[in-house]
């Protein structure tokens, strides 16, 4: 019998479980996707995250780690799902909902319950404590319940999940006390016990901050384009203020959580987050402005050919969905334009309805201007030369000031930098 079981093998949940079987813990990873269960059983992984094709495989040869489609009997069951929101921004709690359905059926008294899943507040004993109850199981009397949010950051995901300190939230005191014991056995950060709601408010928060304080930073983009002013040297000389630290303006907010977090808020207090949703907005608008900056240039003929640079969400990762790039692909392509994406290191597909390529010469041949939308560590030397030869126009726009704007000036480039005037 497994002593832990974890639903959803995705970029938290698998390196959850794999850390806990190699931890010791008899684990049981469940996913829906027969496909990941396969490849889990022979001790492999899709995913592409640094250093998670070594630990899986390293679970696997313990022996610790087996996965199949739906749970079985276990101590503690740990709800990793994806909950997304709708495109009218609303929540989509379906995963979450049918995973409680799902242990619900294998629970015993005395078992523990984690959501680690990013949710609305309230979730954890409104629907997943509601539907253990609908089982004759009530949270704080017959199960465990609590709320421990993930909180890695994709790129560094197994190093953050053993050293980031760790928020507990109880159903009950007893509850928290219960999955400390857990958590211990391989987080090495600090762990703070409260309740499931204040846990539950506290990880949207988090992603929420982040939110509206690159807002703040592309709304100063946005006036020291109007003001004359270089906004990157602006942020560096506020930010040797011992109690100010601007982020980096760029192209928009990506990935499946800094964008989506805060709608969770918006969603259920639309009454007191006007600022929350005024955020969301300017980050989703820097797209639309760029195209506006480049085509107010006068050199980007109708029709013609947009090399984007960087589909990935953000620097040296492989995974574009809803990132930046992909949406000025689609602003772009609607205002008329052809569209190529390039990048290092995303999987050369079409993602989202837009096709990404590996070949950067491909990319840029013809292009009557470029676009660099995410700051991987290799664009950062590409010569002004690597462009002239391939591209037909000689414009670029820079959304993370990272090219070598010398070397494309000497190629005969005008460069665009976003927060910088023309
Ligand atoms: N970005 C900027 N300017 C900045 C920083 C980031 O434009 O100064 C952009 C990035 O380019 C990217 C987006 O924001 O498009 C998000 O990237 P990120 O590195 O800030 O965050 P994520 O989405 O990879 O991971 C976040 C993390 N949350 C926080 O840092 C508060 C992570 O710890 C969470 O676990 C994760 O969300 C999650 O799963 O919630």
């Given at each position: 019998m497994a002593e832990v079981c974890v639903l959803g093998l995705g970029y938290v949940g698998l390196p959850t479980a794999s850390v806990l079987a190699t931890a010791g813990f008899q684990v049981l990873g469940v996913d829906v996707n027969p496909k990941v269960v396969e490849q889990l059983n022979s001790g492999k992984t899709l995913l592409k995250e640094t250093g998670l094709a070594t630990l899986v495989s390293a679970a696997h040869k313990s022996g610790n780690l087996v996965a199949a489609v739906k749970p079985e009997a276990s101590d503690t069951f740990i709800i990793c799902v994806p909950t997304p929101v709708t495109p009218d921004h609303g929540v989509d709690l379906r995963a979450v909902e049918a995973a409680a359905r799902a242990i619900a059926a294998v629970v015993k008294p005395g078992n523990l319950v984690i959501l680690e899943s990013t949710s609305p507040v309230g979730t954890t004993r409104n629907v997943v404590g509601r539907i253990l109850s609908e089982h004759g199981l009530a949270p704080g009397q017959d199960v465990h319940l609590c709320y421990c949010p993930e909180r890695v950051l994709p790129g560094n995901t197994i190093a953050e999940l053993i050293n980031n300190d760790r928020i507990i939230g109880g159903f009950t005191r007893e509850s928290a006390e219960h999955a400390q014991e857990i958590y211990a056995r391989f987080s090495q950060g600090n762990v703070a016990l409260t309740d499931d709601l204040t846990a539950e408010m506290s990880k949207l928060m988090e992603n929420t901050f982040r939110d509206v304080n690159i807002a703040l930073a592309n709304s100063f983009a946005r006036i020291a384009e109007d003001a004359g002013v270089n906004v990157w040297e602006a942020i560096q000389l506020a930010n040797r203020h011992p109690r100010v630290q601007i982020l980096s303006p760029g192209p928009g907010v990506g990935g499946h959580c800094i964008p989506v977090d805060p709608w969770f808020f918006v969603q259920a207090f639309p009454k007191h987050t006007e600022l929350l949703k005024k955020a969301r907005e300017v980050n989703d608008t820097q797209a639309e402005r760029m195209l506006d900056r480049l085509a107010a240039t006068g050199d980007l003929p109708a029709g013609s050919k947009l090399a984007l640079l960087g589909?990935?969400?953000?620097?040296?990762?492989d995974d574009p969905r809803e990132s930046p790039a992909l949406r000025m692909a689609h602003a772009a392509t609607a205002r008329g334009f052809r569209v190529s994406v390039h990048d290092?290191?995303?999987?050369p597909a079409t993602w989202e309805g837009v096709p990404i390529g590996a070949e950067l010469g491909a990319c840029l041949k013809d292009a009557a201007a470029a676009v660099l939308l995410t700051e991987h560590?290799?664009?950062?030397?590409?010569?002004g030369r690597v462009f002239a030869e391939a591209m037909q126009g000689r414009l670029i726009l820079d959304t993370r000031n990272w090219l070598n704007h010398a070397s494309l000036r000497l190629s005969g480039f005008k460069v665009l930098v976003l927060g910088r005037p023309a």
């Open positions: 589909a990935a969400y953000k620097a040296n990762i290092p290191h995303v999987e560590t290799a664009y950062r030397a590409l010569s």
